[in-house]
């Protein structure tokens, strides 16, 4: 059927095998059946402990030769041989000699050598559909072994080295792309080689045709390097922390573990965990209270909300983030799954899983949420201050609130995450470019989405520049609200206009398709990730935190005002989510016009709609959808969505890259999935939130005195 089936068979039992092997298929047919035939026989079998010399190996060798038993008479000789060929590829000496010496004693089948042969990809089923993941067993071929220091051989034992090699595939000439192949090759065996041994077989089975263009070999354990030393050093120093103000904080500040002793089988009803000591002389105590896990636990598991707050937006941002996460479940195992080619035109039919393939708006409800966020704070903190603001601290709060975590788990994906599995597609190098040394810079001043995209780093967190970038011009619109309605509005408006024409503009000029899942080499770089394109959710935010802030959460709507309001954000949301149904079908082609303005204005409309939904249940007329969205269950969760935002990808990335083989995406496997990543990525949430998030706001309550008790 393809000419590509048989180069593992021959690189290991005829050119390597055998060095008087010839170059006709009869004789290489033949050697097939006869190590069939030699097995069922068992006409191979020695004793593992009697030793032999070379020439009675050679014997042996003869003695059993597939060509011989079949057809009774010696294997034709060949003329130059496979050895000049292999010679022909710059195969090393070493690693040809121990690839050969596979080849024998697999002939004597010798099981190390069998399980060499064994743990090599072989080409599976369904390759038409673009299964060409062809890997074979890693951990199979790490485990073994030679025994090549019996029979007289004097170099000593070799390993089994995985690697993985480009292997062009050539089946009727149909136009597949190449395959990825595993090897399993002593450890004496470079990239290089891998490739020439695929070369030589391919060149053997057909002269002239395509050949491999590179390979990879796995290393089986890597040292540390001093990157992950001092990740280890800065996490070991966190956790210290956290064991000796967790220690302080229960004996001395809270005297919890007295009163255990004093009455084991009464524990307070209620323990003050928000109360920091006052005074300077105490500033080291409420240091070390920071990073107290009793404390920080109890704040992240309380589900009690404070008064006036809005709590419809604890459901709405955890439901997001489960939304996020389930986009990314798809997104990302679409690399590591093999029947994508036929799973995803029948996924791309129903109408249902548009709400997947558009779940890129969930961050534009993020958007609409911090920007409502802000405004309704702001005008709340300014009211109280009569007008005045500290803007140092206005910039500063928001900086050290997000930048702690983030860098701390960058800088532990950067050092650490490497050494957190292996596999096929595991990427010793880890997952970002060049452990980030040219662009970490611009995570930290949150302009990742704007230098180096080419090169990006933590390449989600184009999510938390924007939204950074967003709030350092926040104050150009909300100081001019606070003071004049009608002035507010109009530059609010002005901000808007500009992102419309901004997004109108380039969708324009670069011909943008409305959604990524229609190929566009530009849409991403262009217009995915910049803050001229995506900051009209946060401007609709912005304005409707200050109505929250005008109607003091007391707005009495008419009825048929808010059904008519809930009408119209239901509809204008499934138009959003389901109105490219067709166009991502293939069945429509929109115009650069209708992209353009699709582009324009539909992240804003979902904003809107998601505004609409707060300002409703705010007011009191959410109906049963307030009780849903404010359910006290999504208190803690809500205040883990930061956290899960950084450590989703991850796991994602930790738990695909480890996969042994490719798998199959199902809607079971899939549903299976992206439960595991929504559990995983809370409770990794949780300890990265106690471990770096907590701590840090801690910190700054010590040092700047908020929050303190008066």
């Known amino acids: 059927m393809a000419t590509v089936t048989k180069p593992i068979w021959i690189l290991f039992l005829i050119y390597i095998v055998k060095t008087e092997s010839a170059e006709d298929m009869s004789y290489q047919t033949l050697l097939l059946e006869g190590m069939e035939k030699i097995h069922a026989s068992r006409q191979s079998s020695i004793p593992s402990d009697i030793k032999v010399t070379p020439a009675q190996l050679r014997e042996i060798r003869d003695s059993i030769d597939p060509y011989r038993i079949l057809t009774g008479s010696p294997g034709p000789q060949a003329g130059p041989g496979v050895r000049a060929v292999v010679a022909g590829f710059n195969v090393s000496d070493t690693c040809y000699n121990d690839t050969q010496m596979i080849g024998s004693s697999a002939m004597l089948v010798q099981l190390w050598a069998l399980k060499m042969v064994d743990a090599g990809g072989k080409p599976p089923s369904d390759i038409l559909n673009g299964n060409q993941g062809w890997l074979g067993s890693y951990d199979e071929c790490l485990s073994i072994t030679s025994d090549k220091s019996e029979y007289d051989q004097q170099p000593p034992p070799f390993n089994g080295k995985y690697c993985l090699v480009n ?85 001395i500040v809270k005297g919890v573990l007295q009163k255990i002793i004093a009455s084991p089988t009464t524990l307070p009803d209620k323990v003050d965990t928000t109360t920091f000591v006052s005074g300077t002389e105490w500033v080291l105590s409420n240091i070390l209270v920071a990073f107290s896990v009793y404390t920080n636990g109890a704040k992240l598991l309380n589900t009690s909300a404070p008064a006036g707050s809005l709590t419809a937006l604890n459901g709405i941002r955890f439901l997001s983030m489960t939304w996020v996460i389930l986009g990314h479940t798809y997104s990302t195992g679409m690399r590591y799954a093999h029947n994508v080619s036929t799973f995803l035109p029948q996924m791309v039919d129903r109408w249902t899983f548009q709400a997947i393939m558009n779940a890129l708006v969930s961050v534009d409800t993020f958007f609409a949420l911090s920007g409502l966020l802000v405004s309704y704070l702001f005008m709340r903190e300014m009211e109280k201050a009569k007008g005045k603001m500290n803007w140092g601290l206005f910039y500063f709060h928001r900086f050290w609130r997000l930048t702690p975590p983030y860098m701390l788990v960058l800088f532990v994906d950067v050092a650490l995450l490497r050494y957190f599995g292996n596999g096929p597609f595991w990427p010793e190098g880890g997952f970002e470019r060049d452990f980030c040394e040219d662009t970490w810079w611009t995570n930290l001043l949150y302009i990742n989405n704007l230098v180096k995209t080419d090169r990006s780093c933590f390449a989600w967190a184009w999510y938390l520049a924007n939204d950074m970038q967003f709030f350092v011009l926040s104050p150009l619109m909300l100081v001019p609200l606070f003071y004049s309605k009608i002035i507010g509005t109009i530059v609010c408006l002005a901000f808007l206009l500009g992102t ?54 007391k707005y009495n709507m008419n009825k048929i005002l808010n059904l008519v309001g809930w009408a119209v954000a239901t509809t204008l949301a499934c138009v959003v989510l389901y109105g490219l149904y067709e166009p991502i079908r293939g069945n429509e082609t929109l115009s650069t016009e209708v992209s353009a303005l699709y582009n324009t204005v539909h992240r804003s409309i979902w904003g809107a709609c998601v505004c609409w939904v707060i300002f409703s249940c705010a007011n009191g007329s959410g109906g049963f959808v307030n009780t849903l969205l404010s359910w006290e269950g999504f208190v803690p969760l809500s205040r883990l969505t930061y956290c899960a935002y950084l450590v989703h990808p991850i796991l994602q990335s930790v738990v695909y890259g480890s996969l042994r083989e490719q798998y199959r995406m199902r809607d079971v496997t899939m549903i299976t999935y992206y439960l595991a990543f929504l559990m995983m990525s809370y409770a990794v949430a949780f300890v990265v939130s106690l471990s770096f998030e907590s701590p840090m706001m801690g910190l700054e309550k010590a040092i700047f005195k908020r929050g303190k008790k008066k």
Request: hydrophobic share 45%; aromatic share 10%; net charge neutral.
């Open 500 to 553: 419309f024409i901004a997004t109108g503009v380039i969708s324009t000029k670069y011909d943008l398709p409305p959604t990524s899942f229609i190929p566009s080499e530009k849409y991403f770089e262009y217009y995915y990730i910049k803050p001229w394109t995506r900051m009209g959710p946060y401007i609709i935010g912005i304005m409707a935190g200050y109505l929250l802030y005008r109607s003091k959460l």
């Open 167 to 251: 292997l062009p595939v050539t089946i009727l000439n149909l136009p597949l792309p190449d395959a990825t192949l595993g090897l399993c090759l002593p450890d004496s065996c470079s990239p290089s080689d891998a490739v020439a041994l695929t070369n030589a077989a391919l060149a053997t089975i057909q002269p002239g045709g395509k050949l491999s263009k590179g390979a990879e070999c796995k290393k089986e354990a890597l040292e540390f390097d001093d990157k992950a030393i001092g990740a280890v050093i800065v996490c070991g120093f966190i956790l210290g922390m956290m064991i000796v103000g967790t220690a302080y904080d229960v004996i």
